[in-house]
C-alpha cells in the first residue's frame, strides 16, 4: 500500500497546516463553501450509492482497505492541505508570506508562487479570480476545477503524491489510462492526423 508518512509533516503538524490554509484563503477572498468543497473532496467519498462499492460521502478512511475511493486519515489530510497549496500557484492568485509559505512549500515540489500550475495533462492554466467567482455563483452540477489521479489505477488511488487540480476535459479525456500513456496516446493521434492528411500547418 503507497504511503506518503516519510515524505510529509507528521498528522499534528498536517492539521495545523490544514486550519492555517483555511483561514489564509478565506482571508484571500475564496467563498467558505469552496473550501468546505475541497475538503469533502479529499475527505470523503463520492455519492454512489448503488453497486458493489456503493457510498456515499462516507470517510475515506472508515472503508475497508480495499475499496477504490479509500484513504488513509494521515493521506486525505495531506491532499486537503497539498490541493489548498496549489491553488496558490494558480494565475492571479495573492501572495503567501512566512510562516505558512514555507509550511505549505512542504507539500509541493514546485516553488509556491502565483501563474505557475498547469493542469498536467492538457497544460491549460488555472485562474484563482475564476475559482472565487465559481464559489460566488455557483452552477449546479458544473465546475471548472477537477481533482485528478496521474495513474487512476493505482491502490489506493487516493494518495497524495497521485493526486493534483485538472480540468474536467482533462480528467474526461485521459479516463483510465496512466498520466504518460494519456500524454503518448495524444502524440500518436496527432501523427495520425498528418498522416492522413487531416491537419496541415502551412
Known amino acids: 500500500m503507497l504511503s506518503s508518512m516519510a515524505t510529509f509533516p507528521p498528522l499534528q503538524d498536517v492539521e495545523n497546516h490544514a486550519r492555517n490554509v483555511r483561514r489564509a484563503l478565506r482571508a484571500a477572498g ?8 475541497i475538503q469533502t473532496k479529499s475527505y470523503r467519498t463520492g455519492r454512489k450509492v448503488t453497486g458493489e462499492h456503493a457510498t456515499n460521502r462516507a470517510l475515506r478512511w472508515s472503508l475497508d482497505n480495499t475499496h477504490p475511493q479509500y484513504g488513509s486519515e494521515y493521506d486525505c489530510k495531506v491532499i486537503f492541505v497539498k490541493l489548498c ?3 496558490f500557484c494558480f494565475d492571479n492568485a495573492p501572495e503567501l508570506h512566512d510562516p505558512l509559505r514555507s509550511a505549505l512549500q512542504l507539500y509541493l515540489d514546485e516553488p509556491i508562487a502565483s501563474n505557475t500550475y498547469r493542469d498536467k495533462l492538457l497544460l491549460e492554466r488555472f ?4 475559482l472565487v467567482a465559481e464559489g460566488l455563483n455557483p452552477v449546479h452540477g458544473h465546475s471548472s476545477f477537477h481533482i485528478g489521479h496521474e495513474d487512476p489505477t493505482l491502490k489506493p488511488k487516493h494518495a497524495p503524491n497521485n493526486i493534483g487540480w485538472r480540468t474536467y476535459r482533462s480528467n474526461l479525456i485521459q479516463g483510465n489510462m496512466k498520466l504518460r500513456e494519456a ?20
Not at 475564496?30 to 468543497?37: I, K, N, Q
Not at 500524454?183 to 502551412?202: Q, S, W
Open 30 to 37: 475564496v467563498p467558505s463553501r469552496v473550501v468546505a468543497a
Open 127 to 130: 485562474d484563482f479570480n475564476d
Open 85 to 87: 497549496a496549489q491553488i
Open 183 to 202: 500524454r503518448i496516446y495524444f502524440l500518436k493521434l496527432i501523427g495520425r492526423y498528418f498522416e492522413l492528411g487531416e491537419i496541415d500547418i502551412a
